[in-house]
């Protein structure tokens, strides 16, 4: 038996749950669409989200979860953007010092590392 799973506009914003994570992430391969993964990996000091946290990146722009907000996740969405065009995934480093999170009106001044990874269902099959 199959558990029918709700459509989810994948505009969401906000933390993701696994199952919705990898319900968006398959919708995306069967079009045919290359999706990028950012996840906080280590987090030290005060960050706006906890390791483990997600974000998705889609080709046709959407996006889905949340990485921080703020300046932190206009940097992942660069790198995002990045990962998509040349397919390499990479471990980033982002600092939120406390000078640059009182500039944006943030009281976080931690430092984040965000595994941004691109997934290719294309890749992936040809590999098989």
Not at 59 to 73: L, Q
Not at 75 to 93: F, I, N, Y
Request: net charge negative; charged share 25%; hydrophobic share 45%.
């Amino acid at each position: 038996m199959f558990l029918a799973l709700p459509q989810v506009s994948t505009r969401v914003m906000g933390t993701i749950s696994q199952i919705e994570l990898y319900r968006l992430i398959t919708e995306a391969n069967r079009r045919g669409e290359r999706v990028v993964v950012a996840t906080v990996a280590h987090t030290r000091g005060s960050t706006p989200q906890r390791r483990g946290a997600k974000m998705l990146f889609f080709e046709n722009g959407d996006v889905a979860g949340t990485v921080g907000g703020g300046c932190i996740e206009a940097e992942v969405w660069a790198e995002a953007r990045e990962a998509l065009e040349t397919g390499a995934s990479a471990l980033h480093k982002f600092s939120l010092t406390a000078d640059e999170a009182s500039e944006e009106g943030m009281v976080c001044g931690g430092t984040m590392e965000i595994f941004i990874d691109v997934w290719d269902v294309a890749v992936v099959e040809s590999r098989a």
